[in-house]
């Protein structure tokens, strides 16, 4: 039987837009009938605006047990770009422009599940604004986990990267960004964000299955790169990495003097941190991150990098209706 996705089942999911902040605001949304409610938030990507497209697999069926809103950051998908185009990708611009969208649309208090940069999103809302969130997943979030970030005073530092010990220099670099992009940066090598080839290559190097880079989801990406990769390369491209290098842009993960991992003690919420085997963001961050977190669970899915959700998408769907639909 055919996994049901956004793609097949255009029936079971709607496209909407609402104003946050200002901002013509994009989302999917999906089981509309029930009473439980979360909001997706992702992750980055943003040289290609990659959005809500990237829940495919996973909104239509857990629209069936779960009010899914599947949100469109700012500087991505359909929703505008942020009026101060220096802030294109910036964490906490986008997570206060949720905030927005929350209020907007009335769904406080509401469930979120924020993958990555979507994980940091939520994890600042769920501190600054309790009174919005009611139960929290974060999803492979390196960058609440602060992976392949030092901490003050830390010395050499050793993580486990898909089965492999690994040493890290403390500025964010991992592994895999050698393969992806221009050294002492997180920005794509060329032909990365504007070809079909490129875009599968940068893609896949975020999970297990390759396969789940599909032809449909190709298109979709092109679309994206067609209207976002320009401007992200006019105003985070080769001049904003040589002024700032990867500790000027790993600052934009820090609030109130600290980095936000050193913040999630004060989570008051049920909160689950989902994370993949071989995540290419390092399984020992997770793991710390989750025994930071007061009240939370921790499941590890095998067979599993950074995209979980495209990786194991029906163990995904399972656990999160399973944790946010539970007393």
Known sequence: MERPTIFNSPDKWNSRFVTADGYKTHYIEAGEDNPERVVMCHGGA????????????????LGEHLHVYAVDELGHGQTDPPRNLDDLGHVRVRADHVISFIEALDL???NLI????????VTYITIKRPDLVKKLILVDSGSTAGSGIRKPGEGRQVIEVDGQQ???DGSGDLPYFKDVFEPGTMMPKEGLTNTREGLRKY??????NKDMVTEEYLDH???LSARWNDLYMRHKGKEYWAKNGMQGASEMYYF????IRDHVHKISVPTLVMWGRNSNKGIDPGYDLYKSIPNAQMHIFDKASHFIWLDQPEDFNNLATWFLGKE
Do not use: C, K, T
Request: avoid cysteine; charged fraction near 10%; hydrophobic fraction near 40%.
């Open 46 to 61: 943003n040289e290609i605006g990659m959005g809500n497209y990237r829940w495919y697999p996973n909104i239509v069926p």
């Open 108 to 110: 406080a208090p509401v």
């Open 114 to 121: 924020g993958q990555s940069q979507g994980g940091w999103i």
């Open 166 to 168: 690994v040493e890290v």
């Open 203 to 208: 893609v896949g190097a975020f999970v297990y």
């Open 221 to 223: 990406l092109m679309e």
């Open 256 to 259: 109130d003097g600290a980095h």
